[in-house]
């Protein structure tokens, strides 16, 4: 059982350049999250979905989008890379939208951006 | 907007001594509260988790919390550490008013256990 799979672990990019991050869940859940986690800072939410076609800000969305063409997968993009968005990226997904439910986290993909 | 402060940023401790890693939330009507445990180099995998009912959780791992309504805690504990429990570990809370309901993440508290 795959659960939440990250695509790719690592990537180091120049300034401007532009990737995707691809996250994939087997589970059939409902709701997906980017999150960034940096020294200090803890985890903080970046986009959201709530359902296949769906998307929606969080806290720091600046300079990414997402798309969720598929219920399965989540991306992440970087139109145009800056060094203030490297940084560890996990994809999380929860089965419905109710508060108590679990997260379920992939392993993070490692972004460096020169 | 939902908060949680970790109090500690770090934790040392020796191996087989006792632990608490402790977790402040922002009050509101209904909160969920969770820890999270991240070994090195690895996505974050649920501890535990408080809902409803009794106020003391057993979690995985031997770790239990306990949520204080009254002093808005979620204090994590370990009766004996061992050095595999070296992590870093996260206190996360989730209300109906959350968009998404996404978890709101503490910062972290980096427990390092030495023999």
């Known amino acids: 059982n795959a659960g939440v799979t990250q695509t790719p672990k690592f990537r180091v990019l120049k300034t401007g350049q532009s990737m995707t991050l691809l996250c994939a869940q087997d589970?059939?859940?409902?709701?997906m999250y980017w999150y960034r986690q940096d020294p200090g800072m803890g985890l903080r939410l970046i986009h959201y979905?709530?359902?296949?076609?769906?998307?929606a800000k969080g806290e720091v969305p600046d300079g990414y989008n997402v798309s969720r063409l598929k219920k399965q997968n989540f991306l992440l993009g970087l139109e145009s890379a800056a060094p203030s968005q490297t940084s560890v990226y996990f994809c999380?997904?929860?089965?419905?939208?109710?508060?108590?439910?679990?997260?379920?986290f992939g392993e993070g993909s490692r972004l460096t951006v020169l | 907007a939902q908060s949680v402060t970790q109090l500690d940023s770090q934790v040392p401790v020796f191996e087989e001594a006792p632990v608490e890693l402790r977790c402040n939330y922002s009050?509101?009507?209904?909160?969920?509260l969770f820890w999270y445990v991240q070994y090195p180099n690895q996505g974050l995998q649920l501890l535990l988790k408080?809902?409803?009912?009794?106020?003391l959780v057993k979690g995985i791992n031997g770790f239990e919390a306990e949520f204080n309504k009254s002093q808005t805690s979620f204090h994590l504990r370990k009766p004996s550490v061992h050095i595999s429990d070296t992590a870093e570990y996260f206190c996360?809370?989730?209300?109906?008013?959350?968009?998404?309901?996404?978890?709101?993440f503490g910062k972290g508290t980096t427990l390092s256990v030495s023999s």
């Open positions: 999380a997904s929860r089965r419905t939208g109710l508060a108590g439910g679990e997260l379920f």
């Open positions: 589970m059939n859940h409902e709701y």
């Open positions: 979905s709530v359902g296949e076609g769906t998307t």
């Open positions: 009050s509101s009507v209904s909160v969920y």
């Open positions: 408080y809902l409803s009912g009794s106020t």
């Open positions: 996360a809370v989730s209300d109906f008013n959350q968009a998404g309901t996404a978890l709101i």
